[in-house]
């Protein structure tokens, strides 16, 4: 009996890699056919894609903190727009125009913002440190804003003049370049990312959501788990803000700011919490939209975003991706 238990554990478990394999092979597949999609159904608009791809990293970087392990947070836009500012700094005032050490500053520039973050967040909990969250966007946006000489202060920061990659391939004022390097840039993190959420340490800050005192009574660190994901979470954010100061080839102070921290967690939320594909699907839908109505009805584009946001919230609890995933799984177990 023991060795049919046994059997059937091995089995399910092999049933459930096979499934997670086969999720990123489609999750994979969607990305590129989307990429495609897009880049020869809106020739003209490959600026707004691109600027949509830098966007869902950062929201990919949320979901890691919020959707993962449980953290609130209004102020993640810090981690953007550091890594923005490490990446335009490098060009604008030291000459360093290759793409890919300016995407590598972004990253650095991102980690170092998210593990300064994540030590002061984990300073308090609930109510707390959402408002801690709040105080260090504001933070972030000020010394933005003081450090005119190298940020460019409320005027941005401007200069910045990125090689071709690998010396052939020119950013153009079309945005081809840009929009390419995005796509890959993304495959590359969704794939990283789906490894680490499978991981012991991705399974570890599951847990710390769910029940964080069994975590802690089983011998683990929840803070030093915590302190790890912003860290990391701050190097995805990173690239983002890097991708958007490469693409833009101007940073702005608007990527410190507490809007863009809000937008990012309603995207999350309109996507689903907890799943790489909810934030992108949460992000692409929600810029979509944000683009479509702002063009059709440029006076109460924000009236129709509020009533998509509260249809969703009301109809769709766990998100656009949450719910169908819901809905298939009930489907393929039979249940009603």
Known sequence: ????????????????????????????????????????????????????????????????????CGVATLGHAALFGSGAYAAGILSAHFGINDPLLMTLAGLIGGALAGLLSGLVMLRAHGLPQLVLSIA????????????????????????????????????????????????????????????????????????????????RAMGASPKRAIVKMYGISGAVAGLGGALNAISTQVVGLDTLSFTQSAEALVMLALGGTGSLFGALAGTVAFMMFQD????????????????????????????????????LEKRREGRP
């Open 136 to 215: 260090l966007i504001h933070l972030f946006h000020e010394l933005a804003n003081k450090m005119s000489s190298f940020t460019g202060g409320s005027d941005g920061l401007s200069g910045i003049a990125p090689d071709p990659i690998f010396g052939r391939f020119e950013f153009d004022l079309f945005g081809n370049t840009a929009y390419v390097f995005a796509v890959v840039m993304l495959l590359v993190v969704f794939v990283l990312l789906r490894i680490l959420v499978r991981s012991p340490f991705g399974m570890l800050c599951r847990g710390l959501k769910e029940d964080p005192l069994r975590i």
């Open 292 to 327: 479509y109505v702002s063009s059709v009805n440029p006076f109460h584009w924000l009236t129709m975003v509020g009533a998509l946001l509260i249809a969703v919230v009301l109809f769709a609890p766990k998100g656009i991706y949450g719910t169908v995933a819901a809905f």
């Open 1 to 68: 009996m023991a060795v049919d238990v046994s059997s059937r554990d091995m089995g399910a478990m092999r049933r459930r890699r096979r499934r997670s394999l086969m999720r990123d092979v489609v999750g994979v597949g969607v990305i590129v056919l989307a990429a495609a999609i897009g880049y020869f159904a809106f020739p003209d608009n490959l600026a707004l894609l691109t600027r949509i791809i830098a966007v869902a990293l950062l929201v990919l970087s949320l979901d890691l903190v919020t959707g993962y």
